[in-house]
Every structure is written in C-alpha cells, then in structure tokens.
C-alpha cells in the first residue's frame, strides 16, 4: 500500500523535527508531506532540513495561516494528484503517536475506507488533559454523534487513515470549515456516501512544547456547523 503522512503545522520548530523522524521510523516506506503555514518560528525551514536528511519528505509552504481546514484542503489536493493508495493526517505535536500508524494502515489493509485513531473506543484514551477539557471533548463529540447520526465515537479525532478512493469520494475541496469542524465535516460527507468507517484505540498524549492551537472560536464555530448541518441532514431527510 503505498501510503502518504500529511502533516499540517504552525510554529512547530520544537517538534516537527522529531515527528519527522518518528513517522519515518513507524512506517518506513511511507511519503511525508508536511503542509506549513508560513510559521515564523522557522517550522518550516526545519521540515526543509528533515527532508534533505530523510528524503521521500516533501514540504509545502504556504503564504500564511488560514486555519486547519484550509491545511488539509491544501494538503490532500497535493497528494491526491499522485499514485497512493491512502493518506494518513495527523498532528505534528507528537498527541499522535507514530506508534500507532501500523494500526491504522493494518484496518484498512482490513478492508476499511476511513479509519480513525479514536480516544473513545476500549483501549483508547486521553493522558495529561485536565478535566474540564475532557469532559467538553466527550461532551462535544457526543452531541455530534447524537445530531448527525454517524457512527464514530471519537469524530473530532484528526488521527485518520483513508483510502484515496474514499477521499475523492468526499472531495475534501469542496469543504467549507476551518478548525476541528473541518474534521467533523469529512466524517459527515463519508457516513452519508456509505463509506466503511472504522475506529481503532490511541492513547491522545497532550502536547508537552509548544502552544495549543484550539480556542474558543474554534469550539465554537464547531459546535455551530454541527448543529446548523443536523438542522439541514433532517430537513432534508423529511423532503
């Protein structure tokens, strides 16, 4: 399965380095591409550095910070022009474990189309968050779940494998979030084309250098286009 690892990041230097090499050791064979949005702290020089190192990395920069979504968009144009049978997204900030990416290709060598590192399932988990934050995390998906009547229990998990197919199927270009929404809108358009999604456990890690990039905004706008897309899935169902 020849098999891509997109990775969005902003003012990653602390980290991206290390990603790099992690990634690479979990899956050797696999193609990075790191997506930067013209971080000032020099994330995307580094990247640069790694790839000259590593190889089979590519990095794409971009002009300036335009939200998550508009990464990914960015980022699976790039690759869904080239010959790979799946994509892998994932942080940058080692909440992710490179570990876990075999788990991911294994289910969908199983048969899957979307498959998802998921906090919510038995053996997953959540380490190092505060209470409150997990609990709007739980709650969050919960409601998302209940509204849009997918199966995943872990939605907002950006820890995912898809198979290329599966992704044209959901054409991600067409899109409209930007934070964590974004995440939630991909799992939506593939529940509604029938995909086979599936959840395997990760353990989420919170990032221990460098700043959190979720906000009340985010939250927000995520809690907003999940309740204004439920209105619109059963509106639609009743006509």
């Known amino acids: 399965m020849r098999l891509v690892i997109v990775l969005p990041t902003y003012n990653e230097a602390d980290n991206v380095a290390a990603i790099l090499h992690g990634v690479r050791e979990a899956v050797g064979d696999a193609s990075i591409l790191v997506v930067d949005d013209n971080s000032p702290d020099g994330t995307g020089r580094i990247a640069d550095?790694?790839?000259?190192?590593?190889?089979?990395?590519?990095?794409?920069?971009?002009?300036?910070?335009?939200?998550?979504?508009?990464?990914?968009?960015?980022?699976?144009?790039?690759v869904?022009?080239?010959?790979?049978?799946?994509?892998?997204?994932?942080?940058?900030?080692?909440?992710?474990?490179?570990?876990?990416?075999?788990?991911?290709?294994?289910?969908?060598?199983?048969?899957?189309?979307?498959?998802?590192?998921?906090?919510?399932?038995?053996?997953?988990?959540?380490?190092?968050?505060?209470?409150?934050r997990q609990l709007l995390s739980k709650?969050?998906?919960?409601?998302?779940?209940a509204v849009l009547g997918v199966a995943p229990y872990d939605i907002t998990s950006g820890f995912r494998a898809y198979r290329t197919d599966a992704l044209r199927t959901i054409k991600p270009e067409s899109t409209t979030a930007e934070g964590y929404a974004?995440?939630?809108e991909l799992i939506r358009r593939g529940s509604a084309a029938g995909l086979r999604i599936e959840e395997t456990p990760i353990v989420f890690r919170d990032r221990t250098r460098g700043k959190s990039k979720m906000s009340g905004r985010i939250m927000a706008e995520s809690m907003w286009l999940v309740t204004r897309w439920g209105i619109a899935d059963r509106f639609g169902r009743r006509r």
């Open 139 to 145: 709650w969050g998906n919960r409601y998302t779940r």
């Open 49 to 78: 550095e790694i790839a000259t190192e590593l190889g089979n990395i590519s990095v794409l920069h971009r002009q300036h910070k335009a939200g998550l979504g508009a990464a990914y968009r960015a980022g699976f144009a790039e």
């Open 80 to 132: 869904l022009d080239q010959e790979y049978d799946a994509v892998v997204s994932m942080d940058a900030d080692f909440s992710h474990d490179p570990a876990s990416l075999p788990a991911l290709r294994k289910a969908l060598d199983h048969g899957a189309d979307i498959v998802v590192g998921s906090r919510y399932v038995t053996g997953g988990g959540v380490t190092d968050w505060p209470v409150r």
């Open 182 to 184: 974004f995440l939630t």
